[in-house]
């Protein structure tokens, strides 16, 4: 368990699958996972257990928890993790409007940094956000990530197309 001030970060476990089902399957939340359908208990279920191992699967999902409650109010993922070359892809969901801008993700961002750089011995990691997601750009840009390139035309929404911008944050000099 990795603890902060208000929020400790721990790994998933299938009592979660519930709770993970809803959010993933709140489509104000598909635009930016890139869901296209809704997701079954069970193919929650099985995602979990697919992921026990960080080194074979190359992700992890944490659950981040109130440290004053327990409540879940989100989960931060490394993906695509590469322990050769020491880096991984961030992604970062508080699934509430009402758990929004309270701080939780950007401290949940510097714990997982300390993480990634002093456990896992990671150098980068990156941090792909659409060009219109004005908040997550804030919170990556507070969180010291800094743009390093921009996907043209990368999102189709609906009849519009939308740059992607890639933030990279390199955890040692």
């Given amino acids: 368990m990795l603890k902060g001030k208000k929020?400790?970060?721990?790994?998933?476990?299938?009592?979660?699958?519930?709770?993970?089902?809803?959010?993933?399957?709140?489509?104000?939340?598909?635009?930016?996972?890139?869901?296209?359908?809704?997701?079954?208990l069970h193919g929650i279920t099985e995602y979990i257990n697919s992921i026990q191992s960080f080194r074979q699967s190359g992700e992890l999902r944490l659950m981040i928890c109130l440290i004053e409650n327990d409540k879940s109010v989100g989960t931060l993922d490394l993906f695509e993790a590469n322990f050769k070359h020491g880096r991984a892809g961030v992604g970062i969901l508080i699934a509430a409007d009402e758990d929004k801008m309270q701080g939780y993700a950007s401290e949940s961002l510097s714990l997982l940094a300390e993480y990634a750089s002093n456990s896992l011995d990671f150098w980068n990691l990156t941090a792909n956000v659409l060009e219109d997601n004005v908040s997550s750009i804030m919170l990556f840009e507070k969180c010291g990530y800094e743009l390093v390139g921009v996907r043209k035309s990368w999102f189709k929404d609906r009849e519009n197309r939308i740059n992607e911008r890639i933030y990279q944050l390199c955890l040692k000099k």
């Fill in 7 to 40: 929020v400790y970060l721990r790994a998933i476990e299938p009592g979660d699958a519930f709770t993970v089902m809803t959010w993933e399957n709140n489509p104000d939340n598909w635009r930016v996972s890139g869901t296209e359908a809704p997701y079954s």
